[in-house]
């Protein structure tokens, strides 16, 4: 996968935007209402890699499945996963992956008072 694959697909996701917070070299995807970051894009050590945030009992749970899923670079290691996007996980992962960050920092909805 490459970087405008990867940003094409989190642009996909409703009231998301991109945005470039820490400087060139990084692109965050963040929602539109609540400005938190759902992907948080890179290169690393040779390899182009996104930070996502993920619940931290499936987060140890996709690194002890895949070799390309570390904990987060720069980030809360316990919530947050650093994925090798140009390693061998399919696109399908990846994707899941992408999809359940996006879930996990959206905006809370707003409960109606009575």
């Given at each position: 996968?490459?970087?405008?694959?990867?940003?094409?697909?989190?642009?996909?996701?409703?009231?998301?935007?991109?945005?470039?917070?820490?400087?060139e070299?990084?692109?965050?995807?963040?929602?539109?209402?609540n400005?938190?970051?759902?992907?948080l894009?890179?290169?690393?050590?040779?390899?182009?890699?996104?930070?996502?945030?993920?619940?931290?009992?499936?987060?140890?749970?996709?690194?002890?499945?895949?070799?390309?899923?570390?904990?987060?670079?720069?980030?809360?290691?316990?919530?947050?996963?650093?994925v090798?996007?140009?390693?061998?996980?399919?696109?399908?992962?990846?994707?899941?992956?992408?999809?359940?960050?996006?879930?996990?920092?959206?905006?809370?909805?707003k409960?109606?008072?009575?």
């Amino acid at each position: 996968m490459n970087m405008n694959e990867i940003i094409k697909h989190c642009l996909s996701y409703p009231h998301s935007f991109e945005d470039h917070p820490f400087g060139e070299g990084w692109t965050a995807i963040r929602h539109r209402e609540n400005k938190k970051i759902f992907a948080l894009i890179f290169n690393r050590n040779g390899h182009l890699c996104v930070n996502l945030k993920c619940d931290p009992d499936y987060a140890g749970t996709l690194r002890n499945t895949f070799a390309d899923v570390q904990p987060g670079y720069h980030m809360n290691k316990d919530h947050w996963n650093t994925v090798i996007l140009d390693g061998d996980l399919p696109k399908a992962e990846i994707y899941d992956m992408v999809k359940h960050s996006f879930e996990i920092t959206k905006p809370k909805s707003k409960k109606a008072y009575i």
